[in-house]
T-cell receptor
Framework: EPEVTQTPSHQVTQMGQEVILRCVPI?????FYWYRQILGQKVEFLVS????????KSEIFDDQFSVERPDGSNFTLKIRSTKLEDSAMYFC?????????????FGPGTRLTVL | AQKVTQAQTEISVVEKEDVTLDCVYE???????LFWYKQPPSGELVFLIR??????QNEISGRYSWNFQKSTSSFNFTITASQVVDSAVYFC????????????FGKGTKLSVIP
């Protein structure tokens, strides 16, 4: 069964460093998302992406964040200058269409630890 | 604004007991979509079910059943004859109608099934 994959599974970085989290969505999906989950808290939406542009973003997704689809398979989240409060699990998701009834399938997550 | 409330933070049951996880939502959209996701200890998010606002039929899938009550804005999840493998955090999520891509999650309910 096709699935969303994410690399790395765990990333440790120093405050102020740039990180890139990688995702490979399900191959025929057209809509891509990033969410984050601070330890023990709820999952929060960051951004959605379709047709090579951001379609929706939350207040969390400020200028420190960017997303890109550098090729036909990868979808990346970049954090330019990490802060301690960026430590969280980051989930990538994809759906085949953008309508509300289309479920989003999540990857296993990347745990980001900022020291 | 969308909101999902899962009032039960943690629940413990003995194996084979039935358990119901509560979910109450708020939205101004006339069309919306409700979801349940399971997050086992390994951390990934597993899609369980989607329900459309215009379809109030309850659904049963094996030991799982869902009760959607539009009048009380609730979408409760029942596990019958619980098993140790059901131990996980369960998230209820809401997605609005046209133009909205993001899932709004509740804070989750941690279910522990004791052998």
């Amino acid at each position: 069964e096709p699935e969303v994959t994410q690399t790395p599974s765990h990333q440790v970085t120093q405050m102020g460093q740039e990180v890139i989290l990688r995702c490979v969505p399900i191959s025929n999906h057209l809509y891509f998302y990033w969410y984050r989950q601070i330890l023990g808290q709820k999952v929060e939406f960051l951004v959605s992406f379709y047709n090579n542009e951001i379609s929706e973003k939350s207040e969390i997704f400020d200028d420190q964040f960017s997303v890109e689809r550098p090729d036909g398979s990868n979808f990346t989240l970049k954090i330019r200058s990490t802060k301690l409060e960026d430590s969280a699990m980051y989930f990538c998701a994809s759906s085949d269409r953008g309508q509300g009834h289309n479920e989003q399938f999540f990857g296993p997550g990347t745990r980001l630890t900022v020291l | 604004a969308q909101k999902v409330t899962q009032a039960q933070t943690e629940i413990s049951v003995v194996e084979k007991e039935d358990v119901t996880l509560d979910c109450v939502y708020e939205t101004r959209d006339t069309t919306y979509y409700l979801f349940w996701y399971k997050q086992p200890p390994s951390g990934e998010l597993v899609f369980l079910i989607r329900r459309n606002s215009f379809d109030e039929q309850n659904e049963i899938s094996g030991r799982y059943s869902w009760n959607f009550q539009k009048s009380t804005s609730s979408f409760n999840f029942t596990i019958t004859a619980s098993q140790v493998v059901d131990s996980a955090v369960y998230f209820c999520a809401l997605r609005g109608g046209a133009g909205s891509y993001q899932l709004t999650f509740g804070k989750g309910t941690k279910l522990s099934v004791i052998p």
